[in-house]
């Protein structure tokens, strides 16, 4: 039975690992910061922590940790021209500066098993470029290179990779997703032809996180309909 911590599992994509890792058979630890966690699961521990303002308590986890998953984020779309230097600064501290945060909290803990791995999340305007996504890309842009980075310095212990998905359907994308004619016609900018569920990531990080992905560290995987890929 292993323990893993999950930065955000109160909604979205971060629940649906929270419930995909219980239903494997592991102990869950998982934070929330205004949406609170129904604990109902004696493999699930919950715990508020504001990734803005406060550290992890360490006291609140194990004497060791299989694995850390950070899935705090946001999209904003707007032009360029409109955001302030604080709203980049704002998203950073949210997007990356709280990954760093956890991951550093946690390092100890990881550090005790023979393995262990660190699941991000970036987004697929990272590679693709896409016009009024310069906050979100900065910020996922960052945390990609981080992701190479770590990777390299925590080998062969830590294995650290990052899901960079396309429009998903969570409750970070409802205004995008907020008619079914909206989801109709970005399903079909997907060569798959419809939108990713939390499901669909829930599966990517559960499988970055065990030892079925033992050979797989400092990539980026694109969960992503074929959106960064191919062309049909």
Request: aromatic letters at 6%; glycine letters at 6%.
């Amino acid at each position: 039975m292993k323990r893993y911590l999950v930065v955000g599992g109160a909604t979205g994509t971060g629940k649906a690992i929270v419930d995909g890792l219980i239903k494997e058979g592991n102990i869950v630890y998982a934070t929330y910061n205004s949406t609170k966690i129904d604990q109902t699961h004696p493999n699930l521990q919950v715990f508020k922590h504001d990734v803005m303002t406060d550290e992890i308590d360490r006291q609140r986890l194990p004497v060791t940790l299989d694995g850390l998953v950070y899935c705090p984020g946001s999209i904003v779309l707007k032009p360029f021209r409109t955001f302030s230097s604080k709203q980049f600064e704002e998203d950073f501290r949210l997007q990356v500066s709280g990954a760093i945060n956890a991951i550093q909290s946690c390092l100890p803990l990881l550090k005790k098993v023979e393995q262990s791995s660190i699941v991000l999340f970036s987004t697929v305007a990272v590679q693709m470029g896409y016009a009024f996504h310069s906050l979100v890309s900065s910020s996922k842009g960052a945390l990609e290179g981080l992701t190479r980075s770590l990777a390299a310095e925590f080998a062969p212990n830590i294995r650290v990779n990052a899901i960079a998905p396309s429009l998903t359907n969570t409750p970070l994308a409802q205004k995008l997703l907020s008619t079914e004619e909206r989801i109709n016609a970005n399903a079909e900018r997907h060569p798959l032809k419809r939108i990713g569920t939390t499901k669909d990531l829930a599966a990517a990080a559960c499988y970055l996180l065990n030892e079925r992905s033992s050979w797989v560290t400092g990539q980026i995987m694109h969960v992503d309909g074929g959106m960064s890929s191919i062309k049909i």
